[in-house]
């Protein structure tokens, strides 16, 4: 068991679909050319942010989502040399771009459609240079890859890039297990809803409702 | 694996050892496997891209190869070892041909997962850095124990032919190879079935219908194999026993709709989730290879039990109507896993995202969410050449005739 319970907090009431924490995301994480680690997505409608229902009976519904960061995650579990892996001390799931041999078994784990991205060719940039924080490890060919929590942030102390350009401060991260934490502050009073609650992976994402 | 190996064999003088047919087999197998090699460095150094698989539908033709390939295994070692385990008669002299038959498809099947990995250089690290709790990882020990197995059990029946192993040992190794047979088909079908993820995979039935399955696809493919050899002129072989395989196939058959019955009632009769899998397979997507699997399987069913069809020609076609239902079977499988996605919503697309990308979520997953391109035709057509080379190498340098006709 992890010593602390970090989870991140999606308020859907607060959140206006803006896509500033994909972007802020991408930019931290220097994200490859075709790659999203966080991806909003509409409900709904058919297209992007398109809106649900006939006329004039329309709503607009988003949803962020990103690695659910499971305490029974299916993909630890499948990795053969446990290049993904719960770290002890935070619970976040982490990749090992080093170890992984792209046999791609944790995609095929995870119910979480499209949370895993694999490099499908050598990482191309839209920038000659690398963006975001110089911490966040060098991307690779053919390896799996996703959200850490920004981990490179929160192993300094730090917030995961994703919240802290949120406007709309729909984003809460912290430990569950501290009742003083922010995420603790904010969930009190509140219901909230896990993605595929079903599936038995007990997600470290929880969406206000 | 058969098909080839029909016609070129047919070909071949009946001389000892195979003849011009043997060598001119082994050589198109050689240039096809290079061709592969070929192929397979471009996909390492121009990337994945170049598959059709992505990050929504992230496994392709080599896994279902690979599935193929594995079940294609099962066939020889199993009607080989039966007999052998349970003192019973044997199906004449084709016992050492059959295990061939096992080795070449064990090798064509870990030849596809290493074409599958990202990273093949980085292959020792699962022998360092092993999570045993994978079922990856179990099946990778467990290829290797069978591949390992198959070979000792090969040399074994040719040295109890001379005499230097009992009776006793070879009887042992059978009862051992015939379990780690059926492992491999379990642990096989558990990479698949024991992910909660995916709502076609996810079933406690599928490691039994995986030895069914394999026990089909391997008994035609012996029969192919063996009825080919014998107009090769290779090796003698009683009808008696190709008519007793056939009979055999019809049963395995039977057992595997059966099974596949039972899973598609279970699935869709809650009229729940899994009614999305029966609707898909039935007259969605996948329903040309739902419907070539029910059709080739009923057609060989219909071969092998009435009596008067039991001509050699049809029998063969018989065992190649098998496998084929049973590449249905393994296609419908692996793309099923991918073809209906737990989260639909629409999302941004990139090319990494899903084959096609380029419409929105509906529309990629209209037809199937999958098709290999040629790339990945050519390296798996390399692959299975790899298979055919090792079973032809095996014809032509090992003493794999029965022991009184050599």
């Not at chain 1, 809460?172 to 595929?196: C, F, K, M, Q, T």
């Not at chain 2, 290797?144 to 192993?165: F, H, P």
């Not at chain 2, 999302?347 to 995202?353: D, E, H, L, V, W």
Request: aromatic share 10%; glycine share 10%; charged share 15%.
């Amino acid at each position: 068991m992890a010593d602390k319970k970090l989870v991140m907090l999606v308020d859907t009431k607060r959140c206006i679909a803006c896509n500033s924490c994909a972007v802020a995301c991408k930019i931290e994480n220097n994200l490859p050319k075709n790659i999203w680690w966080n991806r909003i997505m509409t409900v709904g409608g058919g297209n992007l942010d398109s809106p649900e229902g006939e006329y004039p009976n329309l709503k607009m519904h988003n949803v962020t989502v990103a690695c659910q960061h499971c305490e029974n995650p299916a993909c630890v579990k499948v990795c053969p040399v446990g290049a993904t892996y719960k770290d002890p001390e935070t619970g976040v799931v982490r990749q090992d771009y080093d170890k992984c041999i792209g046999c791609r078994m944790c995609m095929s784990a995870c119910p979480y459609t499209g949370v895993r991205s694999f490099n499908w060719e050598e990482p191309k940039y839209s920038l000659a240079h690398a963006v975001g924080d110089a911490d966040a490890p060098e991307h690779q060919k053919h390896v799996v890859e996703k959200c850490t929590f920004c981990y490179q942030r929160i192993s300094k102390g730090e917030t995961p890039a994703c919240m802290d350009l949120c406007p709309a401060r729909a984003r809460h991260w912290g430990d569950l297990d501290d009742p003083n934490s922010d995420v603790s502050r904010a969930i009190a009073g509140r219901s909230y809803e896990h993605l595929l609650d079903e599936k038995g992976t007990k997600p470290g994402v929880y969406y206000l409702v | 694996m058969t098909d080839t190996t029909a016609a070129v064999a047919a070909k071949a003088p009946a001389k000892k050892g195979g003849g011009v047919g043997l060598n001119i087999a082994i050589g198109v197998s050689a240039v096809l496997v290079a061709a592969g090699l070929v192929l397979w460095a471009m996909q390492l150094s121009g990337g994945m891209v170049q598959t059709a698989m992505r990050n929504l539908d992230s496994w392709g033709l080599y896994i279902t190869g690979f599935m193929f390939f594995v079940g294609l295994s099962a066939g020889g070692l199993i009607i080989s070892s039966v007999p052998k385990a349970f003192g019973l008669s044997g199906f004449g002299g084709i016992s050492k041909v059959a295990v061939m038959t096992s080795i070449a498809a064990t090798v064509a099947a870990i030849g596809l997962v290493v074409v599958d990995m990202g990273q093949p250089f980085r292959v020792w690290e699962l022998f360092v850095y092993s999570n045993l709790g994978s079922p990856l990882m179990w099946d990778i020990i467990v290829l290797m124990v069978y591949l390992i197995l198959s070979c000792v059990y090969l040399w074994a029946q040719v040295q109890a032919e001379k005499g230097k192993v009992g009776h006793t040992a070879l009887r042992v190794i059978s009862v051992v190879a015939l379990v780690t047979a059926v492992l491999v088909h379990s642990v096989t079908a558990w990479i698949f079935g024991l992910q909660q993820g995916r709502e076609m995979w996810h079933t406690a039935l599928l490691a039994p219908w995986f030895v069914s399955s394999a026990l089909v696809c391997g008994t035609g493919l012996v029969m192919c194999a063996a009825a080919a050899l014998r107009a090769a002129g290779y090796l003698k072989w009683d009808q008696a026993n190709l008519v007793k395989l056939a009979k055999l196939l019809a049963v395995f058959l039977l057992v595997d709709l059966y099974f596949f019955g039972c899973d598609l009632l279970t699935a869709g009769f809650p009229a729940g989730e899994g009614l999305a899998v029966v609707q898909m397979l039935v007259s969605g997507p996948l329903a040309p290879f739902f419907w070539g699997e029910v059709v080739l399987s009923a057609a060989a069913i219909v071969i092998c039990v009435v009596p008067a069809l039991r001509t050699t020609p049809l029998m063969v076609v018989a065992g190649l109507c098998a496998i084929a239902a049973i590449f249905c079977k393994r296609a419908q499988l692996l793309v099923g896993g991918f073809q209906i996605p737990n989260i639909d919503l629409a999302a941004a697309m990139t090319p990494f995202t899903v084959t096609n990308w380029e419409g929105n979520m509906a529309q990629a997953y209209a037809g199937m969410v999958y098709w290999p391109t040629p790339l990945e035709f050519g390296v798996a057509l390399g692959v299975t050449a790899l298979g055919f080379l090792v079973f032809f190498l095996g014809l032509k340098l090992l003493p794999l005739k029965p022991a009184d006709q050599e």
